[in-house]
């Protein structure tokens, strides 16, 4: 499933470099597990009722709730779709994303499940930037 996927083959405590690149309408997250890429297109959800975000991973398209809390930002998946078909949550790939601050540094998890197999893919982790950039000098 993963190899379908191109998903970076299964590893423990590898370091991970993450760099976005402008798309029209969002960015490409490109990670890279110990080299090996792993790339989503992230967009903007608009004229939704609830804020949303979409996730482009190969065919499917995951339309993602994003709920902030006092805790951090959970991202839970409200539709799916393969191409142009929607798919039933219950027969979807499932991926859930959390977002917290853990002593003052930006940390996250991410688990994808499919129904039948379980989890399929995970990761988490803190993320720190390659260079810092001084706000006053920030356009």
Known sequence: MCRLAKLPEARM????ETSFEPIVGGER???RFDGQPFQTDMM???GEAYPCMLERLGPFLFKMRVTASDKGIDITPAEVSLGPLPLSLRLAPRAVGRERVVDGRYSFTVEVTFPLIGKV????GRLEPAVLIDDAKAV
């Open 13 to 16: 405590g590898v370091p991970v």
């Open 29 to 31: 997250w490109t990670r």
């Open 44 to 46: 903007a959800g608009t």
């Open 121 to 124: 893919f995970g990761y988490n």
